[in-house]
């Protein structure tokens, strides 16, 4: 059952890299203080933008900056 817990996590830094790497920028969202009609605006104004909006855990984000070498995304 781990294993599979930590090939899930891998396959989940594996993708958020790829979506890094590809991307032509990348803007990190803090929602906290957003109420649920704020924050469906906000992703529809997004989807209309054609923007991605996805939501990851802080430490896979974490080592997805780390291993393409973008650290300093780590402190926001």
Known sequence: MR????????QN?????????????IVLVDYRGL??????ELRSRYRKAGVEYKVYKNTMMRFAFKDSGLE?????
């Open 13 to 25: 830094v594996e993708e958020i890299k790829e979506k890094i790497n590809n991307a032509e920028s």
């Open 3 to 10: 294993e599979q817990t930590i090939k899930a996590k891998e």
């Open 35 to 40: 109420n649920v009609e704020q924050l469906t």
């Open 72 to 76: 300093g995304f780590n402190e926001y």
